[in-house]
């Protein structure tokens, strides 16, 4: 039995997917095996980034989605908050806040037959400045090329309109 590296590769080779023997099976969690002498690039730090998350989302999925504390709702003066905490999305990913987060409803044009569903969502956004060091062709005295080195991840809160007694939408309680 052969099969495509990355998918069960049962061909000899060690692949994700296999130590390429048939009684293993790769679980979709890899990570960075380290050694002296491995120079760091970064699509090894990346690698070490997604093992952690991959960790992070199994724990989460094998919990069930929901909120597991805070998030406290109010509505004062046609502003919707939603207070710091911590949820797991349905994909197992942790959604978390520190601060609260604030809505304003005043563009909203609800009728008699339309409701709001509140939703916290994941959101992630660069930031930061560092100098790009070592890219061809740049000038060196030209002061160089500069990206965002951190991604922040966070919430972000989203309404959505739903109506009552139409087909395909979800009947108020």
Same mark, same amino acid.
């Given at each position: 039995?052969?099969? *495509?590296?990355? &998918?069960?590769? &049962?061909? #000899? ?44 989302? +199994?724990? %989460? +999925? *094998? #919990? ?18 939603? #207070?710091?905490?911590? *949820? ?7 959604? /978390?806040?520190?601060?609260?987060? +604030?809505?304003?409803? +005043? ?40 990206? /965002?080195?951190?991604?922040?991840? %966070?919430?972000?809160? /989203?309404?959505?309109? /739903? ?11």
């Amino acid at each position: 039995m052969t099969t *495509a590296a990355g &998918t069960g590769d &049962t061909t #000899g080779q060690p692949s994700s997917g296999s130590d390429g023997t048939p009684s293993t099976a790769g679980g979709g969690i890899d990570r960075l095996n380290p050694f002296d002498g491995l120079f760091l690039r970064a699509e090894h730090l990346v690698r070490m980034q997604d093992y952690a998350l991959a960790l992070a989302t +199994a724990v %989460g +999925a *094998a #919990g069930g989605p929901g909120v597991v504390e805070g998030f406290e709702v109010t509505n004062s003066q046609g502003v919707l908050q939603i #207070g710091g905490g911590l *949820a797991i999305d349905g994909y197992g990913r942790p959604l /978390r806040s520190g601060r609260a987060v +604030a809505l304003p409803l +005043a563009d909203l044009r609800p009728d008699t037959d339309t409701y709001w569903w509140v939703e916290v969502t994941s959101a992630a956004w660069e930031y930061g400045e560092s100098a790009v060091q070592g890219t061809f062709c740049d000038d060196p005295c030209s002061g160089g090329a500069t990206r /965002r080195p951190y991604l922040a991840e %966070g919430v972000r809160l /989203r309404l959505t309109p /739903r109506h009552r007694g139409r087909p395909g939408q979800p009947a108020a309680r």
